[in-house]
């Protein structure tokens, strides 16, 4: 066998061990869905829904501006145009928001040769059904890996810049928030 093969097995096994704890800590698989949610729910004070596999979100602001609205929490390795929205044309199936927390951009040409860990870059927060009017208005197929342009994306952020003034952040959250960045390379 290939010492290349060797070295992939040790670092899937060192990776399960990392992966168990997560999974102690948040109570879920360490999956990035299951990650996002425990993070968003400590750092923007959200009620998660009892059960993983609700329909539509993932739970409840609390003590905000934004108090009992729904939310549906994404966690993407990379930043791109691309959102899962619920494909559906009927707004009561949508939650009140998304909450989006990306890595960094993605470059858009082949991700060969490049890793995509999960951490945090860019948080944006999109009312559904603003969303939602926008997407049918351009026509636009909605869904997993749903096609959202950068003014949209851009207008949406909370984090680092505060385009969307829907949900301030406190110091606290950015920096909580920033525990979550990769250091930069010299």
């Known amino acids: 066998m290939s010492d290349s ?17 997560i999974a102690k800590l948040i109570g879920y698989p360490a999956h990035p869905g299951h990650i996002g949610e425990f993070i968003a729910a400590v750092i923007f004070d959200i009620g998660l829904n009892s059960s ?3 329909a539509a979100h993932d739970g409840f602001f609390r003590n905000s501006l934004l ?4 939310v549906n929490i994404k966690l993407y390795s990379t930043q791109s145009s691309l959102l899962d929205v619920v494909s559906s044309d009927n707004p009561s199936d949508h939650p ?4 989006v927390m ?33 997407l049918i208005e351009r026509g636009v197929k909605r869904g997993v890996a749903t096609s959202v342009r950068k003014l949209i994306w851009d207008q949406a952020m909370i984090y680092p810049h505060p385009a969307n003034a829907l949900l301030p952040l406190t110091s606290e959250q950015r ?6 960045t990769l250091p930069v390379e010299s």
């Open 5 to 21: 093969l060797h070295q992939l097995a040790e670092l899937l096994r060192q990776r399960a061990l990392i992966d168990d704890q």
């Open 52 to 54: 993983a596999s609700q």
């Open 67 to 70: 108090d009992g609205k729904s």
């Open 96 to 99: 009140d928001y998304y909450l």
């Open 102 to 134: 990306t890595g960094p951009k993605g470059t858009g040409l082949s991700s060969k040769g490049t890793s995509a860990p999960l951490c945090i870059e860019a948080v944006y927060l999109f009312d559904a059904h603003v969303l939602l009017s926008q």
């Open 175 to 180: 920096s909580m928030l920033s525990l979550f």
